[in-house]
T-cell receptor
Framework: TQLLEQSPQFLSIQEGENLTVYCNSSSVFSSLQWYRQEPGEGPVLLVTVVTGGEVKKLKRLTFQFGDARKDSSLHITAAQPGDTGLYLCAGGIYGGSQGNLIFGKGTKLSVKP | ETGVTQSPTHLIKTRGQQVTLRCSSQ?????VSWYQQALGQGPQFIFQ???????GRGNFPPRFSGLQFPNYSSELNVNALELDDSALYLC?????????????FGPGTRLTVL
C-alpha cells in the first residue's frame, strides 16, 4: 500500500513568517500534485511536478520534487492570512487499477494577521 | 468553460438507506474519479470511470457503485448506509485516460448519516 506522510499536521504562524510543509513516502511516484482546500470546498490544484529534482515557483510558493521522486516539499515565503487552508499532496501512479491519486492527510495552515 | 459541479450540496440520511450523488465533469473531460474525504483526513480514492467503464477501484466495499453516462457525467451510489459513510464526497474530472492526469475537483457533497 502506497502511503504519503505529510508533516506537520498543523501549523499556526504569524503573517510574514516563512514555512515549509513536507510530503514523504517510501514509494516512487510518477508525479506529485499539491492542492489547497478551503473548508466546505473541493481541493484546488496548485502545481504538478513530474521530474525528479524539479523545482517550481508560484509567486511566494516554491515546490520541490525529490530526486528519487519519493518526497516533495512546499515552501511559502512571507505567509499571508489568505494562505490559510488545508494543503494536500497527492502522488500519481500510472497504470492498471492504480490509476488514481494517493493523498496525504494534509497540513492545516493558519496564518494570523 | 464550466467547471466540475456536484449535487446535492448537503444530504442527511439514516442508517440502512441508499443515496445517489451526481457529478457533471468539466467540458472536454472524459474521466471522472470519486473520492471520500472524512473529517480531518485526505481524500480516499473510491473509483474512476473512463468512457463509461470502471477504470480502477480503491478499497471500498461493493455497496459503493457508480455509473458514467455518454455525456461523461457520473453518479455515485451507496447502499445500506453506515454511520462511517458520513463524509465529504468529491468528484474530479480529468481530460485523459490516465487517472493521474491533473484532476479538477468539484465542491463536494457533504453526506451525514444518522
Amino acid at each position: 500500500t502506497q502511503l504519503l506522510e505529510q508533516s506537520p499536521q498543523f501549523l499556526s504562524i504569524q503573517e510574514g513568517e516563512n514555512l515549509t510543509v513536507y510530503c514523504n513516502s517510501s514509494s516512487v511516484f510518477s508525479s506529485l500534485q499539491w492542492y489547497r482546500q478551503e473548508p466546505g470546498e473541493g481541493p484546488v490544484l496548485l502545481v504538478t511536478v513530474v521530474t525528479g529534482g524539479e523545482v517550481k515557483k508560484l509567486k511566494r510558493l516554491t515546490f520541490q520534487f525529490g530526486d528519487a521522486r519519493k518526497d516533495s516539499s512546499l515552501h511559502i515565503t512571507a505567509a499571508q492570512p489568505g494562505d490559510t487552508g488545508l494543503y494536500l499532496c497527492a502522488g500519481g501512479i500510472y497504470g492498471g487499477s492504480q490509476g488514481n491519486l494517493i493523498f496525504g492527510k494534509g497540513t492545516k495552515l493558519s496564518v494570523k494577521p | 468553460e464550466t467547471g466540475v459541479t456536484q449535487s446535492p450540496t448537503h444530504l442527511i440520511k439514516t442508517r440502512g438507506q441508499q443515496v445517489t450523488l451526481r457529478c457533471s465533469s468539466q467540458s472536454g473531460h472524459n474521466t471522472v474519479s470519486w473520492y471520500q474525504q472524512a473529517l480531518g483526513q485526505g481524500p480516499q480514492f473510491i473509483f474512476q470511470y473512463y468512457r463509461e467503464e470502471e477504470n480502477g477501484r480503491g478499497n471500498f466495499p461493493p455497496r459503493f457503485s457508480g455509473l458514467q453516462f455518454p455525456n461523461y457525467s457520473s453518479e455515485l451510489n451507496v447502499n445500506a448506509l453506515e454511520l462511517d459513510d458520513s463524509a465529504l464526497y468529491l468528484c474530479a474530472s480529468s481530460p485523459g485516460d490516465r487517472g493521474t492526469d491533473t484532476q479538477y475537483f468539484g465542491p463536494g457533497t457533504r453526506l451525514t448519516v444518522l
